[in-house]
């Protein structure tokens, strides 16, 4: 099985039902040539085009798949000769493009290359057109490029307003299969603001649904099922949906992630040893994420953390903010760590607000795994995507700290500047 082949098999899994309409619909037939073999093939494959929408491995429509096999081959060879007598004609041109992406669905292979050529020179240049490019990047979605499919799909909704609900539903199928559930679920309900178009389909919509799970602030959850992992020569970037941020290090730092227990997110992250007076020392950059107490100000908050030894703390500028406003302090106090010229230490606070899609600013397209070079070649393989942990409700307020002593501050003050800055913080 190729790749091509592999992907398509894999749509089955998540798309298990379709839409009572397809894309056709959204093609202007009164800007086609009038002409009679090509407004009967408009009108013989509109009737049809539902049943093409993606690739079926177990047929189970009224009408058998070779019959609209059969017509869709009539229908792509009545078009692609019009074409070529009408090569300027681009409704023409991105009906066949189209027609030949939905054969492809229908296991007409030769139908994978046509589609690709007629509808990629429609996508570029001052004459481009959103639908090309949406039909392109499901033609990619469901072939052997969901990371591109999606990525044109995502370049649509940032270009084009007004967009049909069969668009949307297209868009929501592709960000399932590349891992966005919050962008799938965004697409659902765009879907339902649309005043006319085919319904949803509530079992696609479903399957998108349930792939983010609700959130529980008295559960603990284990450190592994919270936090994902990207890596780069350059760093190693964090993200969990359910703490609602993001943060990149070096990929030789020393990082600690606690377990989130009672709502607490916890990170801690210790520097190299750095030289003072007496040989080396490191300092220690601190998260702490939680739920705001109800009633709780941010200021009541952050008083809450400086009480004691840190009661020295003055308001300090200049320190990078993650969101739109931080309160931020330094503490200098010879009561910690005076033998290295006292305590030189940095406190920030912030608080998110709940966005209306949790976890949205965090999702990129994310490649199939390949298959198992053990299966068989002819049976579809399955895939399940990885379920989403939802943001905990509510407001969270974040407590950033360096912890460093005098001797080391300078050093030590850059590698927590460039963990603020690192930051992606899931809020409105």
Known sequence: MNGTQFLRSFIVVVCTTVAAHAQIGVIDKSKLPQDAAVLAAYGDLSSIDQFARTYEAKWRFPIPKEQVAARFSVGLRTLRAAQEKNPANAELQLLTGLTAHLAYNLDINEAYEPSMKLLGPLTEGPAADYRASWFLGMHQCQSNDNLGGMKRLLTVEDSTTNLPRVFWQDYANCATVSSMPAHAIRAYDNAAKVPQGPVTDAALEQIARKRVTPSDPTKTYAQRSVWSVAQTKESVRFTSTL???????????????????????????????????????????????????????????????????????????????????????????????????????????????????????????????????????????????????????????????????????????????????????DTK
């Open 243 to 425: 703490c609602g941020e993001s943060f990149a290090i070096k990929p030789d730092a020393h990082l600690s992630l606690g377990d989130v227990k009672d709502g607490k997110c916890v990170v801690s992250i210790e520097s190299d040893q750095f030289p003072n007076r007496h040989g080396s020392s490191s300092s220690t950059s601190l998260l702490l994420s939680m739920q705001a107490k109800s009633g709780q100000s941010l200021e009541q908050y952050a008083q809450g953390f400086l009480k004691g030894p840190y009661a020295s703390a003055r308001p300090i500028e200049g320190i990078p903010c993650p969101v739109a406003h931080c309160l931020s302090y330094e503490i200098v106090t010879d009561k910690l760590y005076s033998g290295e010229g006292g305590a030189h230490l940095l406190a920030i606070f912030f608080a998110s607000e709940e966005p209306e899609y949790s976890g949205l600013k965090f999702e990129t397209p994310q490649p199939l795994p390949k298959p198992d070079a053990k299966s068989n070649p002819n049976e579809p393989v399955f895939y399940r995507t990885d379920d989403t942990l939802q943001r905990f409700h509510g407001t969270l307020y974040t407590f950033a700290a360096l912890d460093a002593n005098a001797d080391i501050y300078a050093k030590a003050r850059p590698e927590f500047d460039s963990l603020l800055k690192s930051l992606v913080i």
